[in-house]
């Protein structure tokens, strides 16, 4: 299969998902017998071409233009014509907040089936399937492309290592036949939230706090904890609902399904619709006063007492372990 | 200002889910089916473009005949009329035949704009609106949580990772709405006796000039599985401070996470 993997990059810089998904496509067209490219759009993007031939691209297509500086419809126009370029069977795209909104644009127009989410998958002998969470992971289905045909696939970030796999990484100028006429949708621009830290999508350590938080004045300690890993703060949709804390923030079926490294529920029930967006991340922490919540059937570790003496002690004992080395 | 909105009849989120013995289906025990949350924000925003602008709130669902009452629903809050595209396999059918069939409905009645929501709980594909966006070809904007409408230009907020986008784009288009975009209203007992009296057109497969083959499914399904359970944690016991103290310390030696 030859494989094209969208990698996505913001202000100059490629996600690390982008990555991610460039390891994914490598993989996939090493055990199905085939050829994986990456295509790159943007301006003054060029000099990112090399990472993605470091994690396995043989060739990219680079479309740097001034009408790729923003985000719009065209990128979908552009990448299905990467698509047609390369005679792909597969397309990889990073299950972001842009992979997600490009995706079915591109699949649409090549008129293809797409599987959003993707967890694992297997490719070996030439077949490949995948799996994926519904119910916002209440359930996982496993699927394979219908014979012969081809398909596209966003990634979930976070989920797939990346791998190096040095490969020639040949740049082509993409010939995209996008006109200004295209620009359809476009991005005028971003609003960063103030102080922002990492979004709870692309956290490997979420700090997460609920009803049990009491006000919207107490997120600091969650922010102090997730500051000091390094990490996102997150929230329940009761917290949200509340209005303590921004809806971006809700993890949940109705939020952001999560699976970072580590998650820590603070003042956090654990009601299935929580639980749903959260029971695949690989370490879990409860911290809850309560001994009877739900939360604690899936934690790995439990602390049963009041967030607000744990969590500043927690913030402590991890400044310690690291000043220790 | 003729406003089409899509809705989907979804499993509420209470539900509980269990594989069926096939390994293929899904039980779902005794689920109750509502209109899918993102969607009434959906229904929410047509209306008030409605009562600003003039005009109709059509809803559209694409199921099996039980749909209706996510429709009713919609009607109940007070959309002007709606569209039932029901026919077999209808309620199985993937995100692309989903958006073919919404195609092709949309095609058959004057629209300037589509409302969808950001994602149908269940599936979670958040792939339908901007595939029919594409399959009609005018511009998609996804995941929007705040909208301006002057003219016929919109000017959108859409969530992004750390932050917000704001995009332009012009009518018609397809705008999927998230959480944030407004607060939808309960029908008004008025409202749900009003909905009884108020049309559903049903659709189906030939009426739409829709051919089955079509509507074949891109991937096949091999097994419906849960999540593996999760092995049994630990509460850890004594001083809260040595507690936390036991705990930073297992995360970074045992369960290397810090
Ligand atoms: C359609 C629909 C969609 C939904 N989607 C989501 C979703 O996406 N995400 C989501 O989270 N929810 C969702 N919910 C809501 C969900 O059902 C719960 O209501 C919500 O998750 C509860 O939030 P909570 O755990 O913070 O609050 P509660 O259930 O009230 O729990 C608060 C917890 O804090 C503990 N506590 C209180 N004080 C302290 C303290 N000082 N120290 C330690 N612990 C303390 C209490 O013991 C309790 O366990 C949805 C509901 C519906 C109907
Ligand atoms: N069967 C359906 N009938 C009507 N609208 C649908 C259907 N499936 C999806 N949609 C619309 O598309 C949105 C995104 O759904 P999905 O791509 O399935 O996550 C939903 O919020 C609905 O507005």
Redo the contacts between chains.
Sequence with gaps: MNVLVFAEQRDGKLKKAALEAMSVGREIADATGGTAAAVLLGQGVGPLAEALGKAGADKVYVGDDALFASYSDAYGLAVGKAAQAMAANALVFSATAMGKDLAPKVTARLGIGLLSDVTSFTAAGGAVSFQRPIYAGKAFATLVPAAGKPFGVTVRPNVFPVKECPKAGEVVSLDHGVTPGDLKAVVEKILTAQGELLDVAEANIIVSGGRGMKGPENYKILEELAKELGGAVGASRAAVDAGWIDHSHQVGQTGKVVSPGLYIACGISGAIQHLAGMSSSKVIVAINKDPEAPIFKVATYGIVGDLFEVVPLMTQAVKAMKAAG | MNVLVFVKHVPD?????K?AADGLH?DLGEANFVIN??DEFAVEQGLQLKERLGGEVTAVTVGNDDAVKTLRQALAMGADKAILCSDAGFDEA???AT?RILAAAAGKVPYDLILCGKHG???????VG??V???LGI?????V?GMELEGTSLQLK?????????????LP?VISC???LNEPRYPSLKGIMAAKKKEVTAWKAADLGLDPASL????????????PP??A????AGE??A???E??????EE?K??
């Design positions: 989120t209470e539900t509980r889910v594989v899904l949350p993102y993937d995100p692309l958006a709980v269940g599936g979670d594909n958040q792939q901007s595939l966006g594409q399959l511009p998609v904007v996804t995941v949580t859409r969530e992004v990772e750390g932050g917000t986008e704001v995009v332009k784009a012009t288009a998230q959480k944030g074949a499914p891109a991937f096949g399904l091999q097994k419906l599985e849960l999540p999760r092995p944690g630990r509460v850890l809260i401070p507690q936390v103290q705990l930073v310390k297992l995360l970074h369960a996470a810090i």
